[in-house]
C-alpha cells in the first residue's frame, strides 16, 4: 500500500500563510508599481492574476487558522458505504479478536471512510450469521 504524504493542520497553516506573505511583500509592491508606471495590458493582465492569487491565499490561510482547533477530518478518503465493504473484510476484522469493540475498529482501521454506526452495524450482522459463539 503506498504512504501518502499527510501534513499536519499546524504545517498546512503555515504553509498557507507563509505563501500569502510572499505574495504580498514580493509580489505585490513590483506588481504595482508595474502598473502605476507602464499600464501595458500585460501588466494589467499580472496584476488582475496576483490579486486572484493572493485574495485565494488569504481565503485559505484564514480557513486554515479558523479550523485549527476542529478535528481533523481524513480530507483523501471520503466517506465509504456499508455496501462497498467486502464481506471478507468484514469476517476478517471479526475474526482478528474475540469482542465486538476492537473488531468495529478493527474494520475502520481497513476502511478509514466508514462510519462508526455502520461499521457497528456490519459487525453486528456478521456477528448475528456466525451465531452466539463469535
Do not use: C
Request: net charge negative; proline share 7%.
Amino acid at each position: 500500500m503506498a504512504e501518502w504524504w499527510n501534513p499536519s493542520r499546524r504545517v498546512e497553516r503555515w504553509w498557507q500563510t507563509i505563501v500569502l506573505v510572499w505574495l504580498l511583500v514580493f509580489f505585490g509592491p513590483s506588481t504595482i508599481d508595474k502598473v502605476i508606471t507602464e499600464p501595458t495590458a500585460w501588466n494589467w493582465t499580472f496584476l488582475a492574476i496576483w490579486l486572484f492569487a493572493t485574495v485565494g491565499s488569504a481565503y485559505y490561510a484564514v480557513q486554515a487558522w479558523r479550523n485549527r482547533n476542529k478535528p481533523q477530518s481524513v480530507w483523501w478518503e471520503g466517506t465509504t458505504a456499508p455496501t462497498e465493504i467486502p464481506a471478507d473484510d468484514v469476517r476478517s476484522a471479526l475474526a482478528s479478536t474475540d469482542d465486538r469493540i476492537p473488531a468495529i475498529k478493527a474494520l475502520r482501521e481497513l476502511h478509514p471512510g466508514l462510519g462508526l454506526k455502520d461499521a457497528m452495524d456490519l459487525i453486528d450482522a456478521q456477528r448475528g450469521e456466525q451465531g452466539p459463539h463469535h
